[in-house]
């Protein structure tokens, strides 16, 4: 087994440009993000599948900053989501058996949540998965995070902007989840990122749609409520406030 962990990072954000490149308590934002990537390469030496990270990037800047720090990159056409960037790469993905997908904006993504998505995937029995974790209520209606729906056997029904599921006698916090963007793909599924956006996606703004709007199975993952996106300026200091609270316990 071939896995490639691929970290689509855009410099022209419309929310936040520049942002792979802004500093996170010292440390570029995509190189944070890559260090993870690489302890996780680094904990399934020995096993029997074999790990490689890249960064796929539309931006020189982007490329040379993490060339600079040893890590292998794609230089891309500019995309409108991180998956149809590394997509685009046919030649690249095609050498894999798994593409894990790690947005280029989650700092704190662990080893032991991409290990998660990694291990569904290897099972072979599903051609995509999407992490998530549970929240508030109060996060539930921010309308910058996802929210997720199952079914009784976890794969993903929906994800939306809007506070889903509605409680109607009154909500929860055992209700809401919300999407962490970490995927899984199989070569199949990324081939329906050659395709123009359906009109959920086009509507949402959440690229996993692209899959269940044709039809195809997203096996949800549980992970850990540590990750935290990095959206906008202020959720850098949101995000030096938890590595700091991290150091010192």
Partial sequence: MKTLVAIPARFGSTRFPGKPLKLVAGVPLVIRVANNC???????????????????????????????????VYLTDDYVTGTDRIASAQSVRNQYDIIINVQGDEPLVSVEDIARIHDVMC??????????????????????????????????????????????????????????????????????????????????????LRLLEAGIRVTGVEVTSNS???????????????LLKSCNA
């Avoid at 109607?168 to 990324?190: E, W």
């Avoid at 935290?228 to 938890?242: G, L, Q, S, T």
Wanted: proline share 2%; hydrophobic share 40%.
């Fill in 38 to 72: 690489i302890s996780f390469a680094k904990s399934t030496l020995g096993s029997y599948t074999h790990v490689d990270v890249a960064v796929f990037t539309d931006d020189e800047r982007i490329g040379n900053l993490c060339a600079s720090h040893g890590l292998q």
């Fill in 123 to 208: 099972r072979g029995d599903t051609l995509a998965a999407n992490a998530y974790c549970r929240i508030s209520i109060d996060e539930a209606q921010r309308r910058s995070v996802p929210k997720v729906v199952l079914d009784a056997k976890g794969a993903i029904m929906y994800v939306s902007r809007a506070a889903i599921p509605f409680a109607k006698n009154g909500a929860t916090d055992d209700v809401y989840y919300r999407q962490v963007c970490i995927y899984g793909f199989t070569n199949h599924a990324l081939d329906f990122f050659n395709n123009s956006r359906g009109q959920l996606e086009s509507c949402e703004d959440i690229e996993i």
């Fill in 228 to 242: 935290m996106a990095v959206d906008y300026p202020d959720d850098i200091v949101e995000v030096e406030k938890w």
